[in-house]
């Protein structure tokens, strides 16, 4: 064996051993049954095409790689980001499982989350004496402070009542009557991770506050609500506070994940840690007002927040690139009546020099992207603010109203006139375009290496790099803690996205003594 004890490879480069190789060479003859390399070639080739390109977007029957999650995932999330909470799905044990690894391979950190396991005989039964023994072992267990349930396909395939099961829990004495357990349908078989996450926000914030208005005053406690939605990148959550304190402003982020989901290594296990609390949420309705960070995705808490709260909540985007940030910050300054901070406006002033230093490198770049509907729409705005040219965005789970805002967006920028809109589509339809359209670089998740492999295997010339910008990010670390939102959320974009453009350049021009007249020492 070419290694042992004292010499241990990890797999590669261990397969690439002359023994592993003829080993994998052996397997590939004698057990795979592979069709020949020239078919393999061919058909490869084939999927690059136009042709195959106008088969794959005719596509009904079947989704590849969706570009979303499921809903439950996004309602652990939002359960997360209140104080000594636990996440407790009702459904199937491998879904949660699922979850769990999502949010482990992504935060890098333990991520607590029950579920009450429901095999066949709940699936003909019903899943009622799951949630009795679950609610009752979860908190007997874990003794978190809230549980809050969302369900996965199988428990609203069957139809199951989360209602009636939590009602008659309380009743029978498994929890007790005063316990919190709000609660969501978050079927996957509808919409995505987000959706999941604006159905389980609007189930807490209905369990704290839909009977105790009668004593809620509008801005009573002078303070500003902030939902940030399905938001996975920590750093977002603490610029923003960090913007909003600077400008002296009290404010509230509805649902905080970024303490229990970066906990530090001090010996000390923290299954809860920071969070909303309940007395915050209670007391959400007395806010000035409530913005959505996010509010493509959080349709149903509009609502909620609009018709019971009272509250207005304006009219904003993502707070992502230059403009969108500016009107963030006037519009908190028009509710609260506090003035854009000194600080802030340098800010604002050194993210247009940052601008203006890289205009020369991003000024006609081609990017294709895709995410969430609020991300993509932010990250193409600000694409548009740098000059670059979006060529395809692609959204799986977003609306005709989304669409329509989006293209009015691009038809407004002269470096959007052309880009082509994707709803509905998913990364197989994505991998076409990169092909046919050949982007200088695609932005999303971990899921665009596979792309970006098989663009390369075509050739380098054929080759789209990703930056990663997106959830999940599996493959690279401590991403998950960079900020997108804000002024300083802008300029690590923009230093992400030149320094890519110089990478790809300083690759393309190394070439000693063809192209190194152009691999210069200062770009
Ligand atoms: S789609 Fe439904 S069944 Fe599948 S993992 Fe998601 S919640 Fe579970």
Redesign the pocket.
């Known amino acids: 064996m070419s290694q042992d004890v004292n010499n241990i490879k990890p797999s590669y480069p261990l397969f690439r051993d002359d023994e592993y190789k003829s080993n994998l060479a052996r397997k590939l003859d004698s057990f795979e049954e592979r069709h020949p390399k020239e078919k393999i070639d061919e058909v490869f080739e084939w999927t690059t095409t136009e042709e195959y390109q106008k088969l794959n977007f005719e596509r009904e029957a079947l989704t590849v790689n969706p570009a979303k999650a499921?809903q439950?995932l996004g309602a652990v999330l939002c359960a997360l980001g209140f104080s000594k909470t636990m996440p407790y799905v009702h459904?199937?044990q491998g879904?949660v499982a699922?979850f769990r690894t999502y949010f482990n391979r992504h935060f890098k950190e333990p991520v607590s989350c029950v579920s009450d396991s429901m095999t066949e005989d709940a699936a003909v039964f019903g899943g009622q004496k799951n949630m009795f023994d679950g609610l009752e072992n979860a908190k007997a267990l874990y003794k978190p402070d809230m549980i809050a349930v969302s369900t996965?396909?199988?428990a609203e395939v069957i139809g199951d009542d989360l209602n009636a099961f939590i009602n008659n829990s309380k009743k029978e004495g498994h929890v007790p009557q005063e316990y919190p357990v709000p609660f969501a349908h978050t079927p996957?078989f509808v919409g995505s991770h987000v959706t999941g996450w604006d159905n389980m926000f609007e189930g807490i914030a209905r369990y704290f506050t839909l009977n105790t208005m009668e004593d809620k005053v509008v801005g009573s406690n002078k303070k500003l609500n902030l939902v940030p939605g399905f938001e996975t990148y920590l750093g977002n959550y603490r610029v923003v506070k960090r913007m909003l304190a600077d400008m002296g402003v009290d404010a509230q982020l509805l649902s905080d994940p970024s303490e229990v989901l970066d906990t530090p290594a001090d010996g000390q296990f923290r299954m809860y840690s920071g969070g909303t609390t309940m007395d915050e949420i209670k007391d959400a309705p007395n806010a000035f007002d409530t913005i959505l960070l996010q509010p493509w995705q959080l349709e149903k808490t509009k609502k909620y927040v609009q018709n019971t709260w009272k509250h207005e909540v304006p009219k904003l985007n993502i707070p992502m690139g230059l403009e969108w940030t500016d009107e963030f910050l006037m519009k908190v300054s028009e509710i609260t009546g506090q003035p854009i901070s000194e600080e802030l406006a340098k800010e604002r002033g050194r993210l247009v020099d940052m601008m203006t230093d890289s205009h020369t490198w991003m000024h006609g770049k081609r990017f294709a992207l895709y995410g969430d509907a609020d991300f993509a729409m932010g990250m193409t705005k600000f694409l548009l603010e740098l000059g670059a040219e979006p060529t395809d965005v692609l959204v799986n789970h977003a609306n005709k109203r989304w669409k329509k805002a989006m293209e009015a967006i691009l038809a407004d920028s002269p470096y959007g006139q052309n880009t082509t809109v994707h709803t509905g589509k998913d990364l197989w339809h994505f991998r076409s375009l990169m092909f046919t359209n050949k982007p200088d670089f695609m932005i999303g998740n971990s899921y665009g290496k596979f792309i970006q492999r098989d663009t390369v295997t075509k050739g380098k010339q054929f080759e789209v790099p990703l930056i990663r910008i997106g959830f999940p990010i599996f493959d690279r670390h401590h991403l998950h803690r960079s900020t997108t939102l804000g002024y300083e959320g802008a300029m690590q974009i923009l230093t992400t996205l030149v320094n890519n453009v110089l990478e790809r350049l300083d690759e393309e021009t190394r070439g000693m003594g063809t192209t190194d007249y152009n691999y210069d020492l200062i770009r």
Do not use: F, L
Request: hydrophobic share 10%; aromatic share 10%; glycine share 10%.
């Open positions: 499921c439950p459904g199937s879904c699922y996965t396909c199988m996957s």
